[in-house]
């Protein structure tokens, strides 16, 4: 190891959206790591609710003025944009036993495509321990308050996603 290099990783994920369990987890690897570069996969398979520019811009916007923290945007092989972009390690969060085995897969096989590049584990709060992109998602559109479970700058593109529904006065009156 060379001594005062700088240890890059990266956090992939699809990141639709952001919430506060990813950034428990982004600020547990500052800890350790001197940057972390935020890196969302373009999957042309999935349907988002948010497209890649407008996930690139949530997390800039919550990670504004943090210089440590990079976002990008990768498709192809993980560890290849790893080894790309300097980075070493590979972050990702274990919330429950049940992420356990899927994880391990994808550690394994990323070790066997790139031994350079480890895997490092981080266990979120346990507050967080339940919360997934999917759930906020759906608590959201059905009128659920994710106020604590995700940055304000998500709970704002929320609402533009998914505009309230008219008041109960408003429903009568546009009926008439
Ligand atoms: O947040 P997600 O959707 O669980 O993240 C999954 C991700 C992006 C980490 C994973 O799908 C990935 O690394 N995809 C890149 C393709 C790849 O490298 N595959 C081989 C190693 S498993």
């Known amino acids: 190891m060379n001594p005062g290099a700088r240890t890059m ?4 994920g ?17 800890s350790v790591f001197d940057e972390v570069t935020i890196a969302i996969l373009v ?5 988002p609710l948010f497209t890649t520019e407008e996930r690139q811009d949530i997390i800039r916007e919550a990670y504004a003025g943090e210089s440590r923290v990079k976002v990008d945007t990768f498709s192809g092989l993980l560890v290849d944009y790893a080894e790309k972009i300097g980075a070493t390690v590979i972050v990702r969060g274990l919330r429950a036993i049940s992420d356990f085995e899927y994880e391990f897969q994808m550690a394994l096989m990323n070790r066997h495509l790139n ?12 507050r967080y321990s339940y919360l ?36 109960p006065a408003e429903r009568r009156r546009r009926r008439t």
Not at 21 to 28: E, P
Not at 115 to 126: K, L
């Open 9 to 12: 990783a990266v956090y992939p």
């Open 14 to 30: 699809s990141f639709d959206p952001i919430t506060n369990g990813h950034l428990d987890i982004i600020a547990r690897g500052l």
């Open 43 to 47: 999957n042309a398979e999935k349907q």
């Open 115 to 126: 031994p350079r590049i480890e895997t490092v584990f981080m266990m979120p709060a346990e």
């Open 132 to 167: 997934s992109s999917r759930l906020v998602k759906e608590v959201f559109q059905l009128g659920g308050d994710v106020h604590e479970l995700v940055p304000p700058v998500v709970e704002r593109r929320l609402r533009g996603k998914y505009p309230a529904p008219p008041a």
